[in-house]
């Protein structure tokens, strides 16, 4: 079969594609296609407030192992075994995938042991090997396949969620409603009247607000200039609502400087859009009229109030540092005792978390495993950042900023996973730059 594959392709012409060029002209089952279209749209648009409501105990600590790892991994997983079986030869499609995506199968694998590693040692962190790092793994993984239909409807399923999601946080913030509260083990924070919207935890629609922004800036090339302006300025509004301090000052940061290196490129390039000029005055003559009115309303004062009051969160930063001392070189390469840990947050008033990745994994589970897992995931961001077009340093920048202020991907999270969405779909490269080819001889498809 290889040898008649290779006269086939020596036939037809057929180039073969460069290392990790994502292959034109291949096509997904329609299950498939609208399985990804389905899991996408779960994780970015059900939380646990929302699973609660039905009996899902997702945020919570008690209750079914099982409710501990979201929908859309659930989705994803078994959208990943259905296309292996479905290629007719399972076993070859993996291997195919891993070949094409190296780094996304290392990340997998390595998440896989260190799964076991934590069940056999009997530490915190088993759902968050699979709903943080599996699922990231197996999207990228499939994606890899490049159906043109599958990436457009993904693209809508973003816009579309994002948008819900924003009016729906925005709804929250003038009316002190929470509609889908975050709940720990069905407790609603009711002193937080931060927006949860779709996405539950409003530290957690800040972060992923904060990427869609600077994707919207410097990505999503397929909608036109006064739409991205619109979803940026309403994806902005509802970054007040959600809250989150580090997420406003990086997207403020990070687009202005873009658009000020973009702006000076333009004049100096002589290349201005009369449209997007006239419609960039328009909207700074708007713009005393829209502070105004956001100010009578109370915009500003909420917003004012979270960099004011930050409930402990700098001082958290400085104490985690302090539980080292209380450590011996041997548990630090290992991992101490979790009741130890536990203990020591407490004394030290960190109930809420330990807000930085590499420092609680280091804590909960050792040095060397730290390593092992920032490893993979190093590996993991380069490659996905190598399929998407140049802007995506942008949001890659503020997401590494970002998943550095809180605990992130230290502990169970979807975050990982809508963050690689954003990229791969957002940041998708121009379909002409792809090189058409012929199907692998182990589809068992004719090549053409």
Known sequence: MAASWSASASNHGAAAPRAGTPISGTSVDA?????????????????????????????????????????????????????????GNPVGHIVHLADRRPASALMAAISIVLLFVVIARQRPGMAGMIDT???????????????????????????????????LALFEFATKTLIFPYRLDGVAFTTDLRSSALQGHPLANAMVTAIYVLALLSGARSLSMPVRIGLIGLQSAALVAFGGRTAMVTTVVLGGCYLLFQGITKLRQGRVNLLGAALGFMLAALLPVVIVVAAYYGFFDALLERFVSDSGSANARVEMFELFKHLELRDLIVGPDVDLIDSLRRINGLEQGIENPIIRTVLYQGAFFTLLLTFGFVLFLFEVARRCHPGIWLPMLGWVI????????????????????????????????FRPVSPPAWSGQAPR
């Open 31 to 87: 299950l498939t296609r609208f399985g990804l279209i389905a899991a996408v749209a779960v994780l970015f648009s059900i939380s646990g407030g929302m699973l609660w409501l039905v009996g899902y105990n997702y945020d919570g600590l008690f209750g079914n192992p099982a409710t501990k790892i979201h929908p859309s991994t659930y989705l994803i997983v078994l959208l990943f075994a259905w296309r292996s079986c479905a290629s």
């Open 133 to 167: 790092f599996v699922a990231a793994a197996l999207l990228v993984l499939m994606l890899s396949e490049d159906d043109e239909r599958t990436f457009a409807g993904l693209q809508t399923v973003v816009h579309v969620v994002m948008t819900a999601n924003a009016l």
């Open 402 to 433: 970002l998943i550095n202020t809180s605990e992130s991907v230290a502990s169970k999270t979807t975050l990982l996973t809508k963050f690689v969405v954003l990229a791969l779909v957002l940041y998708r490269p121009a379909r002409a730059a």
